[in-house]
T-cell receptor, first 119, second 111 residues
Framework: DAGVIQSPRHEVTEMGQEVTLRCKPI?????LFWYRQTMMRGLELLIYFNNNVPIDDSGMPEDRFSAKMPNASFSTLKIQPSEPRDSAVYFCASSAPFLAGLPGTGELFFGEGSRLTVL | DQQVKQNSPSLSVQEGRISILNCDYT??????FLWYKKYPAEGPTFLISISSIKDKNEDGRFTVFLNKSAKHLSLHIVPSQPGDSAVYFCAPTSGTYKYIFGTGTRLKVLA
């Protein structure tokens, strides 16, 4: 029973390089989220997709960040060019539709994260 | 503008005793509250939730209490076990996809 799968688990790159993080959500989940975790800001939502369509990208820090979801089983988060302040753990999460009053719905299932270090 | 605050960054508890983790929020529109547990080098995992129509929800050793008037919720773990040592996040939402995560409380259960 596969959970959310993220790759790579660790990425070390130099400032200015392009970084691509990948995510495979749980089959049947129609919502996908990209979060970033830092010491200063905690877990913050970057972008939310519903049925492969970006619904809310207000958390994307700047134009250097972009995310795509070409199909229901794959998403990417790209940073170009990368900067040292982008160093963080990036989590992908997916969920089934939230149904009020129905336990077990609306929960986010997280991947193990991609730890990015930009030198 | 912190809508969700977990004021205790860390907590140490003896094995077998009760652990109480607190969460305060400011947005009165929040109506569904989740707790997540996170081990090092892993993603957060769902622990327990509560709807605003309830003031208590229990699941085994874990109980969440909600005080809407005080905009406060707490997670009780009884009895605490060493395997409960993790970072705990509360994450409320106003019925939408947008969960606002607190800063987390690191629980250490001492054997």
């Amino acid at each position: 029973d596969a959970g959310v799968i993220q790759s790579p688990r660790h990425e070390v790159t130099e400032m200015g390089q392009e970084v691509t993080l990948r995510c495979k959500p749980i089959s049947g989940h129609n919502s996908l989220f990209w979060y970033r975790q830092t010491m200063m800001r905690g877990l913050e939502l970057l972008i939310y997709f519903n049925n492969n369509v970006p619904i809310d990208d207000s958390g994307m820090p700047e134009d250097r960040f972009s995310a795509k979801m070409p199909n229901a089983s794959f998403s990417t988060l790209k940073i170009q060019p990368s900067e040292p302040r982008d160093s963080a753990v990036y989590f992908c999460a997916s969920s089934a539709p939230f149904l009020a009053g129905l336990p077990g719905t609306g929960e986010l299932f997280f991947g193990e994260g991609s730890r990015l270090t930009v030198l | 503008d912190q809508q969700v605050k977990q004021n205790s960054p860390s907590l140490s508890v003896q094995e077998g005793r009760i652990s109480i983790l607190n969460c305060d929020y400011t947005n009165s529109m929040f109506d569904y509250f989740l707790w997540y547990k996170k081990y090092p080098a892993e993603g957060p995992t769902f622990l327990i939730s509560i709807s605003s129509i309830k003031d208590k929800n229990e699941d085994g050793r874990f109980t969440v209490f909600l005080n809407k008037s005080a905009k406060h919720l707490s997670l009780h773990i009884v009895p605490s076990q060493p395997g409960d040592s993790a970072v705990y996040f509360c994450a409320p939402t106003s019925g939408t996809y947008k969960y606002i995560f607190g800063t987390g409380t690191r629980l250490k259960v001492l054997a």
